[in-house]
Structures are given as structure tokens and as C-alpha cells.
């Protein structure tokens, strides 16, 4: 009779505990998305749009990228391993939370498709894309960068993001301007030609 009792009260407690737990964490997330919805509306918005869309070509689009390489990026401008004068100001007051919360914020957000400007060069950019170029050595991005130039973690997410951008970037890692982590795609850039950089990111614009 004792033992019956006792266990249903730890029942009890454990299912109250397990409850508060949950509630917890979904308190905290919206805590987080409130931060990050304040921070984006108070300065990010300026440069990259209200959607993650971005005001700008020179500005690159937020929407859709992956949580953790945002994160990533906001940790490298702050502590100056990837050089950028309009970001490291921008991120040197966040905390390692607050950029993984602005990371989830803007990784909900979708972008509406586009057609690409030049498709004759987009179908060029789709073959580099998914085989690469074996003739130079350039390795297929769908290895790394997904299918749908979705990403992972810590891979960004290609689709839909400005054909200038991409490009730009790609001569970044081949002059190795773009200082953070760019061993692999500096490989990849410099065996790749300027029309090959222009046409895989007329490519991916229009994903
Ligand atoms: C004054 C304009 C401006 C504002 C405001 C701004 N950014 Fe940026 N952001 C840029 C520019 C320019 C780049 C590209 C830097 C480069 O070329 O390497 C960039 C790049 C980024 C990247 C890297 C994207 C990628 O694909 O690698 C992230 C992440 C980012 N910004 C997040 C933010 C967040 C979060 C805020 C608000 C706290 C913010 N930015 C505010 C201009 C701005
Ligand atoms: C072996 C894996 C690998 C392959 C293959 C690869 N990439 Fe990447 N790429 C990466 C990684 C990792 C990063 C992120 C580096 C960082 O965290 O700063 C990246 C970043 C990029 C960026 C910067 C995106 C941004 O938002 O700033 C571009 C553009 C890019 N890759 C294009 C390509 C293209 C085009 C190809 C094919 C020709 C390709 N990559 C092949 C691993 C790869």
C-alpha cells in the first residue's frame, strides 16, 4: 500500500517536472526569437531587408540561411577573422546566444523565387553546379553545398542568394580576402575561371 503510494507521488512529481521542463524551453525559445526579432527590427533591417531579403545586391540575403553558419559568420566578423567594415561593428555587441538566435530568426524566413537574368549562362552554372569542371579540377559544389544548394549546419544554404554576392565571394576565396575559414573553398575557387564564378551564381540566384 506504502510502496503504491510513494510511487504514484513520484509519478507525480516526475510528470510536473517533465511539464516545467517543457514549458521552459519553449519559454526560452520565444525569449530568444523576441531578442532576435528586436535586434533585426533595430539595425540588421537597414542592410538586410525586414525578410531577410535584403535592401540591396550588395547586401547578401539572410532568409533561409542555416542557423549555425550564421552564427558562425557573426562570431567571425565580431572577433575580426572575416574582415568586413559594415559588419564587425555590427556584431561586436552580440553574445554567442543572440547570434544563434538571430542565426533560427532569420532561418524560418523564405525567398521567392526568381528567374535568373541570363538562363542561357544559369544552364552553364547548373552543369559547374552538380559535376564541375574535371578537365581543371573544380569539384562538384552539390558535394558539399547539397541538392538544392541548401546547405547544412555549417554550410551555407546557395539557393536564392544574390548572383553579385556569390560571385564576389568566390574572388574573395581565391585571393584569399576572405580571411575565416577558407581552405576548402579557396582550393575550389582558384581552379575556377570568371566565367565559371558567373555563371554558377547566375545559376543559384534563380534557384
Ligand atoms: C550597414 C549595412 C549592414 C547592417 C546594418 C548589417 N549588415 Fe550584415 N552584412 C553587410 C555586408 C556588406 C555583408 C557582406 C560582407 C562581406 O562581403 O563579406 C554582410 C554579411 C552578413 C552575414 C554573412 C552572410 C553570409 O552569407 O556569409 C551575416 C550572417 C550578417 N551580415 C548578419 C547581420 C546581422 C545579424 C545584422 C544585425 C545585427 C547585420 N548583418 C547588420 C551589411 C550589413
Ligand atoms: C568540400 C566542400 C565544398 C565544396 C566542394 C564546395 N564548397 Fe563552397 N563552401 C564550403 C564551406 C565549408 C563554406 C563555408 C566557409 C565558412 O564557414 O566560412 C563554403 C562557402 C561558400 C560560399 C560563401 C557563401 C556565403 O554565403 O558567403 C560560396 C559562394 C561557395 N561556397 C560556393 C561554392 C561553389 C560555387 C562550389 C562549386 C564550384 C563550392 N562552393 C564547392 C564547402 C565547399
Not at 551555407?156 to 576565396?173: D, I, N, T, V
Request: with cysteine; hydrophobic share 40%.
Amino acid at each position: 500500500m506504502i510502496n503504491a503510494h510513494r510511487t504514484h507521488k513520484w509519478a507525480t512529481a516526475a510528470a510536473i517536472a517533465m511539464l516545467m521542463g517543457g514549458w521552459g524551453t519553449q519559454a526560452w525559445a520565444q525569449a530568444d526569437e523576441a531578442r532576435a526579432k528586436k535586434i533585426a527590427g533595430g539595425s540588421c533591417f537597414l542592410c538586410h531587408g525586414s525578410k531577410g531579403e535584403s535592401t540591396s545586391e550588395i547586401f547578401p540575403r539572410l532568409a533561409g540561411q542555416n542557423a549555425e553558419y550564421i552564427a558562425k559568420q557573426l562570431d567571425a566578423f565580431k572577433s575580426g577573422a572575416r574582415k568586413s567594415t559594415a559588419m564587425s561593428d555590427m556584431a561586436s555587441k552580440l553574445t554567442p546566444d543572440e547570434m544563434l538566435a538571430l542565426g533560427h530568426y532569420y532561418q524560418k524566413m523564405e525567398l521567392p523565387r526568381e528567374e535568373p537574368k541570363e538562363p542561357q549562362l544559369a544552364g552553364m552554372g547548373h552543369y559547374i553546379f552538380h559535376n564541375g569542371n574535371k578537365f581543371s579540377g573544380v569539384p562538384a559544389c552539390v558535394a558539399c553545398h547539397g541538392q538544392n544548394a541548401e546547405g547544412a549546419a555549417n554550410l551555407p544554404r546557395l539557393g536564392r542568394q544574390f548572383a553579385s554576392y556569390l560571385e564576389h565571394q568566390l574572388k574573395m576565396f581565391n585571393k584569399r580576402d576572405r580571411t575565416n575559414d577558407n581552405a576548402v573553398m579557396h582550393v575550389v575557387a582558384e581552379k575556377m575561371t570568371e566565367l565559371e564564378m558567373h555563371a554558377v551564381a547566375e545559376y543559384l540566384s534563380g534557384k
